[in-house]
């Protein structure tokens, strides 16, 4: 009898152990693909807060002679300090210790303290890159000198100084304060961030309008036929379109037909507008579909006309809805960058655009751009980037979903 | 007697019907975009053949665009064979659904057999945040993270990895996609009625077999749709491949070495200044076509697929 059960229970409990391992598999394959999120943005994270904080090195100024140019105040500086390097050599290396841009920090420090005149004072510049590096610690000096971007000279020098105090780290402001810099220790984001947020407006102001407009059209005063489900089968394909082809249309439509401004957020914003589109005209037909006919049918009752029903009644209730829509498609559009690339987005962009047609570039392709450039600074300025850009991301998804949670109407 | 003539025409009013041409209107831009794209696409590669034939683009087994600086020089004419290209993005691409399909599928059936409604809660929209991030970081990733990771672990083993392989841009891809994969699968599974589902626990089926014999080959339409939709996003992906595959236009099917797709080569023509006529910008355009027509083509089966399977079962 008992020999009876076992071997019926043997292919019974290999049919669990399989149901075992299958619902195991599931569970992997989510960690798998959760853990991979997880590596990307913690080694991002790591690699980019750096970029946040700055090393400033304290130099004691003569500006006794004002005469003097600023570049040779800070060039004697730098020698009075270390008054024991005399080759020249060694003196250019000397020189290499503060950001190459030291003698403009010079001249903004008097400019917004003019007292310092005609005195010796100690005023904290920004340390080179390769500096900066070293003090937070990306450079292994362990290695032979060779092998790093830091001579044991150099090393030497900072040990000195941050014997005496001279070495400090700050708040890196000049990050979201500068634009685009060849030096990695001045660059910032906002010329990226600026063209990004120009491009965002054109994309909305042209696609909110239109979208809900085409959404309105589908779903309230269409007849359903072919004509509409030709229109509804562009939408969704035009959703499916690589984003690459939008670029090729700008380049060729708006840049080459009608002589658009290269490089500008305007030309930027039309193509991502174009971009988004279908993704408004779908959520903000859902949204209209969610509106219960019973609100239609009073409207129209008591006399309204169809367009009258639409706006006064249907689009208050729809509104929220398509808004959210709307925001998710704008988080899209901030992070796109094939597109932008073809139409010339791509350039070294110093000064902060304040017009739509002058020359920009965005968040995304300013990542693409830093991190094709070899500096090892660099490589903390692009990880800084994502982490800005994902930020902004969150937060607009942020915004989204207390959107939809505080109107979320039941009907 | 007069009679009063009653007209039961409501007045006319002239900002409706403007409102009415202005909806109507705003919902031929769809249409508009797309003719757009096909004719600013389709001049340039008109024109583009006139300088290359055909046959010679379709079949050609060189690439190697570059133009010459003086007219009589040797090899002037540059080679514009675009299967190396065509081969190159298959590969990733290939390599991505490698990587997505399995993952996908197997989670999407978790979510929507195995998980408690709580569970799939939180898990769902993680999964979708990786569908929100952006391809630029992804490439960045590849490239900075991915890559290196490869080559070494390649090296330890004793193969021989490329710096920029396809390998590399595969698999991120791969993770891109998956979400894509997962939702249009746990759409599909949920499609699939529970009488079906009933039926086969009723005769003692464990729910692994019920998934794997009933429930999963009835949503297979909808499953292979998000299949397609997946692959035509992988085809179409522009950044990852830019930074993580690189350019060189290599015949192989080896993920380990470096292969370059047509996305890349149309971002690698076209950016940076450029004279409008040559043949090298000229091609640019015409790889676009390619492009745009396979995609179009893959999106327009899955969305038949998917949306007649779903009407099967409403």
Same mark, same amino acid.
């Given at each position: 009898?008992?020999?009876?059960?076992i071997?019926?229970n043997?292919p019974?409990?290999?049919?669990?152990?399989?149901?075992?391992?299958f619902?195991?598999?599931?569970?992997i394959?989510?960690?798998?693909?959760?853990g991979?999120?997880v590596?990307?943005l913690?080694?991002?994270l790591?690699?980019?807060?750096?970029a946040?904080?700055?090393?400033?090195?304290a130099l004691?100024v003569?500006?006794?002679?004002g005469?003097?140019?600023?570049?040779?105040i800070v060039?004697?500086?730098?020698?009075?300090s270390?008054?024991?390097?005399?080759?020249?050599?060694?003196r250019r290396?000397?020189?290499?210790?503060?950001s190459?841009?030291?003698s403009r920090?010079?001249?903004?420090q008097l400019?917004?303290?003019?007292?310092?005149?005609?005195?010796?004072?100690t005023l904290?510049?920004?340390?080179?890159d390769?500096?900066d590096?070293?003090?937070?610690?990306a450079?292994?000096?362990?290695k032979?000198?060779?092998?790093?971007?830091i001579?044991?000279?150099?090393l030497?020098?900072?040990t000195?100084?941050q014997?005496?105090?001279?070495?400090?780290?700050?708040?890196?402001?000049?990050?979201f304060?500068?634009?685009?810099s060849?030096?990695?220790e001045?660059?910032?984001?906002?010329s990226?961030?600026?063209?990004?947020?120009?491009?965002?407006t054109?994309?909305?102001?042209?696609?909110?309008?239109?979208?809900?407009?085409?959404a309105?059209y589908?779903e309230?005063?269409?007849?359903?036929?072919?004509?509409?489900?030709?229109?509804?089968?562009?939408?969704n394909?035009?959703a499916?379109?690589?984003?690459?082809?939008?670029?090729?249309l700008?380049?060729?439509?708006?840049?080459g037909?009608f002589?658009?401004?290269?490089?500008?957020?305007?030309?930027?914003?039309l193509?991502?507008?174009l971009?988004t589109?279908?993704?408004?005209?779908i959520a903000?037909?859902?949204?209209l579909?969610?509106?219960?006919?019973?609100?239609?049918e009073?409207?129209?009752?008591m006399?309204?006309t169809?367009?009258?029903?639409?706006?006064?009644?249907?689009?208050?209730?729809?509104?929220p809805?398509?808004?959210?829509?709307?925001?998710v498609g704008?988080?899209?559009?901030?992070?796109?960058?094939?597109p932008l690339?073809?139409?010339?987005?791509?350039?070294f962009?110093?000064?902060?655009?304040?017009?739509?047609t002058d020359a920009?570039?965005s968040?995304?392709?300013?990542?693409?751009?830093?991190?094709?450039?070899?500096e090892?600074?660099?490589?903390?300025?692009?990880?800084?980037?994502?982490?800005?850009?994902?930020?902004?991301?969150?937060?607009?998804?942020?915004?989204?979903i207390?959107?939809?949670?505080?109107f979320?109407r039941?009907? | 007697?007069?009679?009063?003539?009653?007209?039961?025409?409501g007045?006319?009013?002239?900002l409706?019907?403007?409102?009415?041409?202005a909806?109507?209107?705003?919902?031929?831009?769809?249409?508009a975009?797309?003719?757009g794209?096909?004719?600013?696409?389709?001049?340039?590669?008109i024109?583009f053949?006139?300088?290359?034939?055909?046959?010679?683009?379709?079949?050609?087994?060189?690439?190697?665009p570059?133009?010459?600086i003086?007219a009589d020089?040797?090899?002037?004419? $540059?080679?514009?064979? %675009?299967?190396?290209?065509?081969t /190159?993005?298959?590969? =990733?691409s290939?390599? +991505?659904?490698?990587? @997505? *399909?399995?993952?996908?599928l197997?989670s999407?059936?978790?979510?929507?057999?195995y998980?408690?409604?709580?569970?799939?809660?939180i898990?769902?929209?993680?999964?979708?945040i990786l569908?929100?991030?952006?391809?630029?970081v992804?490439g960045?990733?590849?490239?900075?993270v991915?890559?290196?990771?490869?080559?070494?672990?390649g090296g330890?083993l004793?193969l021989?990895?490329?710096s920029e392989?396809?390998?590399?841009?595969?698999?991120?891809?791969?993770v891109?996609?998956?979400?894509?994969?997962?939702?249009?699968?746990?759409?599909?599974?949920?499609?699939?009625?529970?009488a079906?589902?009933?039926?086969?626990?009723?005769?003692g089926?464990?729910k692994?077999?019920?998934?794997?014999?009933?429930?999963?080959?009835a949503?297979?339409?909808?499953?292979?749709? $998000?299949?397609l939709? %997946?692959?035509?996003?992988?085809i /179409?992906?522009?950044? =990852?491949?830019v930074? +993580?595959?690189?350019? @060189? *236009?290599?015949?192989?099917?080896?993920?380990?070495?470096?292969v370059?797709?047509?996305?890349?080569?149309?971002v690698?023509?076209?950016t940076?200044?450029?004279?409008f006529?040559?043949?090298?910008?000229?091609?640019?355009?015409?790889?676009?076509?390619?492009l745009?027509?396979?995609?179009?083509f893959?999106n327009v089966?899955?969305?038949?697929?998917?949306?007649?399977y779903?009407?099967?079962?409403?």
């Open positions: 009898m008992t020999e009876f059960l071997s019926a043997k019974l409990r290999r049919r669990h152990a399989s149901e075992t391992r619902k195991w598999m599931g569970r394959a989510i960690a798998a693909s959760l991979f999120l590596v990307m913690v080694s991002i790591t690699l980019g807060i750096g946040f904080s700055r090393t400033e090195i004691a003569d500006l006794g002679d005469d003097a140019s600023s570049k040779k060039r004697n500086a730098l020698f009075t270390f008054p024991e390097v005399t080759s020249r050599a060694e290396q000397l020189l290499r210790l503060p190459a841009d030291a920090e010079l001249d903004r400019a917004e303290n003019p007292d310092l005149a005609g005195q010796v004072a904290w510049f920004t340390a080179s390769d500096i590096q070293l003090i937070k610690g450079i292994d000096t362990d032979p000198q060779d092998q790093r971007r001579s044991d000279q150099e030497a020098w900072v000195q100084l014997d005496l105090g001279q070495i400090r780290k700050v708040f890196n402001t000049g990050f304060t500068s634009g685009d060849r030096e990695p001045l660059a910032g984001i906002l990226a961030l600026m063209g990004s947020i120009l491009s965002l054109v994309c909305f102001v042209l696609s909110f309008p239109l979208g809900i407009m085409a309105i589908l309230e005063f269409a007849k359903k036929g072919r004509w509409s489900d030709f229109i509804e089968v562009n939408i394909n035009l499916a379109v690589p984003s690459i082809v939008f670029g090729l700008g380049l060729s439509i708006f840049l037909y002589g658009m401004p290269r490089s500008s957020p305007l030309v930027g914003g193509v991502l507008a971009m589109l279908p993704t408004i005209i903000g037909r859902s949204a579909r969610g509106v219960p006919p019973s609100i239609r009073a409207a129209l009752g006399g309204a169809q367009v009258q029903t639409t706006l006064h009644h249907v689009l208050p209730l729809a509104l809805g398509m808004l959210t829509g709307a925001i704008m988080a899209r559009a901030l992070g796109e960058t094939a690339l073809m139409i010339g987005m791509v350039a962009i110093v000064d902060i655009p304040t017009k739509i920009a570039t968040l995304p392709v300013q990542i693409f751009l830093w991190a094709d450039s070899p090892r600074a660099f490589l903390e300025k692009t990880s800084a980037a994502i982490i800005v850009l994902i930020t902004l991301l969150v937060a607009m998804n942020l915004v989204a207390i959107l939809r949670k505080k979320e039941r009907f | 007697m007069t009679q009063t003539e009653i007209s039961f025409k007045r006319k009013r002239p409706e019907t403007a409102l009415k041409a909806f109507f209107l705003s919902s031929v831009i769809a249409i975009a797309t003719v794209i096909v004719l600013s696409m389709l001049f340039e590669t024109r053949f006139e300088h290359v034939s055909l046959s010679e683009f379709l079949f050609g087994l060189k690439w190697s570059q133009t010459a003086r020089q040797v090899g002037s004419s $540059g080679a514009f064979g %675009a299967v190396p290209l065509i /190159g993005t298959l590969l =990733i290939a390599i +991505a659904m490698v990587v @997505a *399909a399995p993952i996908g197997i999407a059936i978790y979510l929507a057999e998980a408690s409604n709580r569970v799939r809660g898990i769902k929209p993680m999964l979708e569908a929100g991030i952006p391809t630029v992804y960045f990733f590849a490239a900075l991915v890559a290196p990771f490869l080559r070494m672990t330890q004793g021989e990895v490329a392989s396809a390998l590399a841009a595969g698999l991120v891809m791969g891109m996609i998956i979400p894509l994969i997962s939702s249009l699968s746990d759409d599909a599974l949920n499609a699939v009625p529970n079906l589902r009933e039926a086969s626990l009723g005769l089926a464990t692994a077999e019920t998934i794997k014999k009933v429930i999963v080959p949503a297979i339409p909808g499953i292979s749709g $998000g299949f939709l %997946a692959a035509s996003a992988a /179409g992906e522009t950044m =990852i491949v930074m +993580a595959a690189g350019l @060189a *236009a290599n015949l192989t099917a080896n993920p380990l070495e470096a370059t797709t047509i996305t890349a080569q149309i690698a023509l076209l940076g200044d450029q004279e006529d040559s043949a090298k910008t000229l091609s640019a355009f015409a790889l676009g076509l390619l745009f027509i396979t995609t179009l893959l089966i899955a969305m038949r697929i998917v949306n007649k779903r009407e099967q079962y409403d």
